[in-house]
């Protein structure tokens, strides 16, 4: 607990399985934030995310980056971070998927 508040994070203990302890706070420095207004596409939605600040956690940052989120069935979710200025290598990994709308999943997206 003491390491995750000396970074800035929240600690927040749970009986909730595999759920994180720790984690960047909403307000928190790190990280992205929506660059844009959300984008519907025929599967899902498409935004922009433009890093927070200019220090990183982990180097080699890259912004502005596109978040694709697909509804594939009503209960399996594919999200999809990329590069919009630079082609990059991609597992070519082919998922059939019928597509369904947000009303008929079982779980909800938030932004």
């Known amino acids: 607990q003491e390491a995750c508040e000396a970074r800035g994070c929240t600690w927040c203990a749970t009986d909730t ?3 994180p302890w720790c984690f960047f ?4 420095p790190y990280g992205y934030s929506l660059g844009g207004k959300k984008e519907r596409t025929a599967r899902g939605w498409r935004v922009t995310l433009n890093k927070r600040q ?3 956690l982990f180097g080699d940052d890259i912004s502005p980056i ?15 971070l990329y590069d919009p200025n630079r082609d990059r290598f991609e597992v070519p990994l082919k998922i059939s998927s019928p ?3 947000a009303d008929e999943a079982t779980y909800d997206v938030e932004f």
Do not use: C, H, M, W
């Open 17 to 19: 399985a595999n759920a």
């Open 25 to 28: 706070p909403e307000d928190s």
């Open 54 to 56: 200019a220090l990183s």
């Open 66 to 80: 596109v978040l694709e989120v697909e509804f594939q069935t009503k209960d399996r979710l594919r999200f999809r």
């Open 99 to 101: 597509g369904v709308t």
